[in-house]
Nanobody
């Protein structure tokens, strides 16, 4: 069974950067796609970015294109989300999600707060 642990959240000023990490353990070879979601205060959870394991194709929500980059380190079984030019609207809990042969797995989430 795949398990996911996120890290890298914190408090940052507008315009700043953070890098989130999603480390997979268990049986990471089962993972087809890894996705980052976020849920801001009073908002619904939304998909931010995804990366496919096989083709390493990526895509992003329009709101983060050009600012966020998703990448994967296969040797470390870790997916990263580099977030630059952060805005207050980026505030929220960021969740890692893996799509596997057995279904979807969620991490516990990491808080990102963008505030001056």
């Amino acid at each position: 069974q795949v398990q996911l642990v996120e890290s890298g959240g914190g408090v940052v000023q507008p315009g700043g950067s953070l890098r989130l990490a999603c480390a997979a353990s268990g049986d990471p070879s089962d993972i087809y796609t890894t996705r980052w979601f976020r849920q801001g205060p009073g908002k619904q959870r939304e998909l931010v970015a995804f990366i496919s394991t096989g083709t390493v194709s990526t895509d992003y929500a329009d709101s983060v294109k050009g600012r966020f980059t998703i990448s994967r380190d296969a040797a470390r079984n870790t997916v990263y989300l580099q977030m630059n030019s952060l805005k207050s609207d980026d505030t929220g809990v960021y969740y890692c999600n893996a799509v596997t042969m057995r279904g979807q797995i969620w991490g516990q989430g990491t808080q990102v707060t963008v505030s001056s």
